[in-house]
C-alpha cells in the first residue's frame, strides 16, 4: 500500500498513549462499573431472580470491555498489521454495544441472547468435530492394527530381526500421529498418549455426553429467554439484524455510528481478508494507516471509558449517578 496518510507521530508513541489512557483512567471507572455490578446483584437478591437481568448483563458486558482493553497494545515490541487492525474492529465493536445499553438498558437481555446463542453454536461445532475424530481414530486404529499385525507375521516368519521390527514399528506409529496432526485433531495429542482406540472410548462415553448435557442446558436458557423477551413489546433483537447474531452494520446505524462502521470495516476487509491488495509483497499497512487505525483505538477506548464511567449507575432505575473529578 502506499503511504498516502501523513504520520505525524511514531507508532509507539500511539500506542505509548494508549496505554498511559488506561492507567490514568482504567482504575477509576473499574471501580464505577465494580460497584454498580454490586449493587444490581443486591437489588436482585432484594427483588428477587428475574428482576434486573438486563442490568445484570449490561455490567457483565462492561466489565469484560474493560478486561479487553487492558489486554490490547501490551508490550513494548513491534505492532504487527493484524493486531492493529484487529483491536480496532474490536473496540468498534464493543463501543457499539456500550452505546446500545445506554440507548435502551434492554440490550442487556439482547447480548445476554446472543452469548447463548454463540456458546450453542461453538458447542455444536465441538460436537461434531469430535464425531469426526471419532471417526479418524478408528481409522488410524485399524491402520495401526494392520500394520502391526503385518510387522508380527513379518517377525514370525524371520523376514526381519526384532531390532528391524522395533524400527519399523516406530516408523508406523510416527506416521499415524501425523496424520492425526494434520487432520487437526483437537484430542490428537491425547490420542497419542492414550492409544487410538481407548480415545475413541472416552469421546464416545465421556466427552461427548458432558458436552451434549451441557448443550440441553443451554438451549432450555435460550428457550426461557426467547419467551421472555417476546413478551416484551421492546423485543429489540431484530432492530439490530435479527434475533440470533449481530448486524453491525444495522446496529451502528441504530446509534448513529454508520460512517463510522463503513470506514473501520472498508478498513479491516481489505487487511484481515486475503484480498489481492493485501496479498501483494508491499500489501503491509503503512506506517500512516497502522497510526491512522491506533489512533482510532485510542479515541474508541476513550469513548468507552466514558460511557461506562458517566453511565455507571444509569441501568438501576430510580438512582442517579454523581460524577466525580478523577483528578
Known sequence: MTDTILA??????VASDYRRLLSERLPFVRSLVKGRSLLVEELIS???PNSHKAERWVCFAHQGTLDKLERLFVGEGKIGDFEVIGAARNLFENLVWCLLFRADVEYGLVFNYQLLCEQIKSIESHIAKIDSEIKLFAELESVEDSKMSTLLDRLTREEIDTTQ???LLNETATDVDARARVAFAIYGSQAVYNGYGYQQYLLIKKTKPKLELELQSLKSDRQV???EMSKSSKDLRNKIGGARRMNWSMAAEKIGMKDEYDFVYSFASKMLHSTALSTMPNGQLSDGEAILMLEYSYVAA???LDCLGKDAMSTVPD??????DET
Open 8 to 13: 505525524t507521530q511514531s507508532i509507539s508513541a
Open 165 to 167: 521390527f522395533r524400527a
Open 225 to 227: 429467554l426467547e419467551a
Open 302 to 304: 476513550s469513548r468507552i
Open 319 to 324: 438512582l442517579s449517578l454523581i460524577t466525580l
Open 46 to 48: 432484594n427483588n428477587g
